[in-house]
């Protein structure tokens, strides 16, 4: 996945800052290297800073109090101590509330962006994430731009982190291939109270859509240091996965972290058992009544829908999905059903995109002529791996075009041979 690096993103060096009351430089000089001075990327910053200022580094990881300006420099004092890595973000706030920068008002995308998007279509990308999204806009004009330039399908990912991007949050969810949810950053620029009910309400609207969500930031951050989580840091992961969340991702923990290997071990597990845990309690016949309606003349999507359900009341061991284009398998993902989804399709790409929605185990499969045929090959394929076994009970939903004359949707119920 590539990133969009946004102006507002403002670049200091690796710092230490221990101690309450101590007094730092920012500066917006280039190549300084001297002692408690730390360079700030950022040409705005003397402009838009005041005196009494909270300034806000990486989400909270640092905060200081601003005591002077002079020229390009800005003197601050520790108020919360911690460690500043390169390339973290600033935000200031001014009697509780955020300052909206004036670089703010630049593109999100910026023409050394565009640059990198060029070079990520000639290295054929799945996906591209835009930091700080505000609007729906700047999603649609680098989707037309993906059209227009790639030969392959490259989904776009907005990432939900800023306090502009709060009301928008149906628009972009409308016009965006995948959210992420980047709970640090969207932290520092709204107040922490509301950070959970703005993530869940993201959540829902994107699985009532059918759009993949990504939760991150701050999962596990005590493994940055230690080797074992917080049980807060559990029971958020948890309540994560509740959500019906597509994926969860780390960021420090197996970036920078001490304990990369476990904390990447931590998560699976947790989401593993309480993914279980779901099924076991049937969570699917919750979901499935609080989907948006679907359309007439939809046919696919009611198709899956069907399915979802028969499989939840049936008690089915799994939901086999065969798909082209992969838009069944999103379907089916978008109804949340209490027993996996196993996908198979005959392009890579479909399958390297399906692994980012809920539920599904993508594979790749050449497909003959004979449905039937393929049915049986894809019992002995997951028999082998141990993903099904003789007898287990398991729904197929097809609607591959197999010739020219052949486009026949169906849902069948069947048994493991």
């Known amino acids: 996945m590539v990133t969009t690096s946004w102006k507002e993103r403002i ?24 002692e408690k001075t730390i360079g700030v990327s950022y040409d705005a910053f ?24 002079a020229g390009p420099d800005v003197t601050c004092s520790i108020v919360d101590p911690g460690i500043i890595l390169s390339r973290a973000n600033l935000t200031f706030r001014r009697g509780g509330g955020i300052v909206r920068a004036h670089n703010a008002m630049l593109p999100i995308i910026s023409s050394k962006d565009w640059l990198d998007i060029d070079f990520s279509i000639s290295q054929e990308v799945d996906f591209i994430a835009v930091s700080f999204v505000k609007t729906a806009d ?42 992420m949810v980047a709970r640090g950053d969207l932290g520092a620029q709204i107040p922490l109270e509301d950070v959970p009910s703005v993530q869940k309400e993201i959540v829902v609207r994107c699985r009532q859509m ?21 049980r807060a840091e559990v029971a958020d992961i948890a309540d994560v996965v509740r959500q019906r969340a597509d994926c969860l991702m780390l960021s420090g923990e197996s970036a ?24 076991q309690e049937k969570h699917g ?19 899956c829908a069907s399915a979802a359900t028969m499989a939840n009341n049936l008690g089915a061991r799994a939901i086999f999905v065969f ?39 993508p594979f790749r499969l050449d497909f003959g002529q004979d449905p039937e045929a393929n049915v049986e090959r894809t019992f002995e394929l997951l028999k082998r ?11 197929v939903v097809s609607d591959v075009r197999y010739s020219e004359k052949s486009a026949i949707r169906s849902v069948q119920i069947r048994q493991v041979p």
């Open 256 to 279: 920078v972290g001490a304990y990369p290997d476990k904390a990447v071990g931590v998560l699976r597990a947790v989401a593993t058992r309480i993914e279980e845990w779901c099924r």
């Open 385 to 395: 791996r141990q993903l099904v076994k003789p007898e287990d009970l398991v729904i």
């Open 138 to 179: 700047v999603i649609n004009n680098l989707k037309s731009y993906l059209r227009a330039r790639s030969p392959k399908i490259i989904e776009v990912v907005a990432k939900v982190e800023s306090y502009d991007s709060v009301p928008n949050v149906p628009d972009i969810v409308a016009a965006s291939d995948c959210v």
């Open 46 to 69: 003397i402009d838009d800073v005041q005196v009494g200022d909270m300034v806000v580094v990486d989400g909270g990881m640092v905060s200081m109090e601003v005591l002077a300006k």
């Open 323 to 361: 798909t082209r284009r992969g838009y069944m398998a999103n379907f089916l993902s978008r109804c949340r059903p209490d027993c996996p989804i196993f996908a198979f399709t005959d392009k890579q790409d479909v399958r390297t995109r399906l692994n980012m929605r809920w539920g599904v185990m």
């Open 11 to 34: 670049e200091v060096h690796v710092e230490c800052c221990q101690k309450v009351g101590e007094e730092y430089t920012l500066t917006v000089r280039s190549g300084v290297r001297q």
């Open 285 to 303: 016949n919750i979901i499935l009544p609080q989907l948006t309606h679907v359309p007439d003349g939809r046919t696919s999507e009611e198709l």
């Open 210 to 230: 059918g759009k993949p969500v990504i939760v991150a930031s701050h999962l596990l951050q005590s493994m940055m240091e230690y080797p074992t989580p917080t």
